[in-house]
Every structure is written in structure tokens, then in C-alpha cells.
Nanobody
């Protein structure tokens, strides 16, 4: 059983910053990539950023240069630093991971989501 647990969301003023964390736990054999998606009210879930096992990063154009993604391989944890936040960044942020579990093979896993609200 693999679980992803996010933390770090909250209410922040425009221009402020937050750091989201997501820790993967369970019977993990290998993590191929971890990343973040977000879903704003009334909109579809959209991809935000990904970091691969080898440390390569990719970003959606809307967050490039503002939301650096990083990982701690030893802790199976991925971070998303949200800088220069705008009201349109308000969303539930979901952690996603491409993991080969010991017993279950390779699958996509999702966290429960953490709310980020940008408002004055």
C-alpha cells in the first residue's frame, strides 16, 4: 500500500509564498517521478510541475519561474515552492507520483489535496 500525504497549504496574500510538501510512504520499490496538479473551483485539474527520478524538472507555462519543484529522494518527498502568488493560483493542489510498489507493480498515485487560497 502506497500513500501520498500533502501539507503546507493555507491562506496567503497576493505576492506571498508558500511551500507545499508531499511525502510518499508504504512498500515502495522505486519512484519514477513526482509532481503537482491543481484544480481551481469550476475548472478541470491541470498539471503544474514534475520532477523525475533523475532530477529533471518540467513546468506549466503559467507557473514557470515562480513555482520551483524539488525533491528529497532519501525521504521520498517532493516540494513545491509557490512564489509571487496570484489570486488565480487559488486551487486545491494535488500531489501525484509514478511509483513501482513492491507488491502492486507500477501505478499512478494521488494525494488527498491541500487547499491554497490567495486573497487579500
Amino acid at each position: 500500500q502506497v500513500q501520498l500525504v500533502e501539507s503546507g497549504g493555507g491562506l496567503v496574500q497576493p505576492g506571498g509564498s508558500l511551500t507545499l510538501s508531499c511525502a510518499a510512504s508504504g512498500n515502495i520499490f522505486r519512484i519514477y517521478a513526482m509532481g503537482w496538479y491543481r484544480q481551481a473551483p469550476g475548472k478541470q485539474r491541470e498539471w503544474v510541475a514534475t520532477v523525475t527520478e533523475g532530477g529533471n524538472t518540467n513546468y506549466a507555462d503559467s507557473v514557470k519561474g515562480r513555482f520551483p519543484i524539488s525533491k528529497d529522494g532519501a525521504r521520498n518527498t517532493v516540494y513545491l515552492r509557490l512564489n509571487s502568488l496570484k489570486p488565480e493560483d487559488t486551487a486545491v493542489y494535488y500531489c501525484n507520483a509514478d511509483i513501482w510498489a513492491v507488491a502492486g507493480g507500477r501505478s499512478d498515485y494521488w494525494g488527498q489535496g491541500t487547499q491554497v487560497t490567495v486573497s487579500s
